[in-house]
């Protein structure tokens, strides 16, 4: 689906490609066919590299130029922790967007007419900062509840730490690290716009991207601090179940240590020897419990002075 949005003409929505616009037009194009992108490519004459990009097959991020085109690859934040592509393509007055399923910001911008309005009367520049800045938002919100979830998996790990615990952490640093692939590269690729494209862009448009650097710069640091949050939760949990495992064993350990002399003992006079002197002793049996009870009282006074109990 192909949707058109101008100041001049409004809306157009269909799968028909338009040949010119003579105003600041966003092209909006929801999962691209091969033929749309073949005639996007012979309309704007750009080379089979760039239109591959906007084929979407999970490139890396990334800002190029080809002719009078710059093209862009960024990534938006789903709800569900997934991450959608969307190529862009700036061609003199015209940004066209392409993406396989819809993106939160995109809808909640075409539902704000008076804002889109707004925007295309404006600048191109200006409508790809609003359209890449609406993607990014989305990384914050999702990196909250990710930190908010860590802090109940934090205490969960101190009280009591369970399978589940590692499960959770493991799932949440397999997000963290997918974000750390796209994010890095996303933030230099906006940063190449004020520094090798900055001829292409207006400069008085520079400062919004400058400023959406340093977002993608605070994001940067929050992932890092999640990751060694990540890591500092399983090593609490690792060693918390370390030391009760060391609790049992040392429970286990005294009655082992406790029990041995006695059935040291026991299995002395349990064997089946006919001159054993004991056996004919008419007070051995009292004797031997006794024994027995003293040498089960000495062990255990003796573990508790050394604190091994």
């Known amino acids: 689906m192909i949707e058109v949005y101008s100041f001049s003409s409004g809306v157009k929505k269909g799968n028909s490609f338009p040949r010119s616009f003579s105003h600041l037009s966003w092209v909006d194009v929801n999962n691209p066919s091969p033929q749309e992108l073949k005639e996007i490519q012979k309309s704007l004459s750009l080379h089979s590299f760039t239109i591959d990009d906007c084929s979407l097959r999970k490139s890396r991020p990334k800002l190029e130029s080809d002719n009078d085109t710059v093209s862009l690859i960024f990534y938006s934040l789903g709800q569900d922790f997934s991450f959608h592509e969307v190529c862009f393509l700036l061609h ?69 730490p369970e399978a589940h615990v590692l499960e959770e952490l493991f799932g949440i640093k397999r997000k963290v690290l997918k974000l750390r692939k796209i994010i890095y590269p996303q933030r230099e690729a906006v940063n190449k716009i004020g520094v090798e494209f900055r001829k292409q862009f207006s400069p008085s448009s520079l400062v919004y991207f400058r400023d959406m650097h340093n977002d ?53 006079y349990g064997m089946n020897f006919y001159f054993m002197p004991e056996l004919t002793w008419k007070y051995g049996y009292f004797f031997t419990l006794g024994f027995m009870a003293l040498i089960l009282v000495f062990t255990l006074f003796y573990l508790r002075k050394k604190k091994w109990l």
């Open 92 to 160: 003199k007055q015209t940004i066209f967007s392409f993406h396989k399923k819809k993106i939160d910001s995109f809808e909640s911008l075409k539902k704000n007419k008076e804002r889109l309005e707004s925007l295309l009367q404006g600048s191109h520049e200006l409508l790809l900062h609003h359209l890449l800045q609406g993607m990014s938002e989305s990384y914050f919100r999702l990196l909250e509840e990710l930190e908010n979830k860590l802090d109940v998996l934090e205490k969960q790990a101190l009280k009591k």
């Open 216 to 268: 993608l710069l605070v994001v940067t640091d929050i992932v890092e601090d999640l990751r060694e949050t990540i890591s500092s939760i399983l090593e609490v949990h690792l060693s918390v179940t370390s030391n009760k495992l060391n609790e049992v064993m040392k429970v286990l350990t005294g009655i082992s240590t406790v029990l041995l002399p006695l059935t040291l003992i026991a299995s002395i």
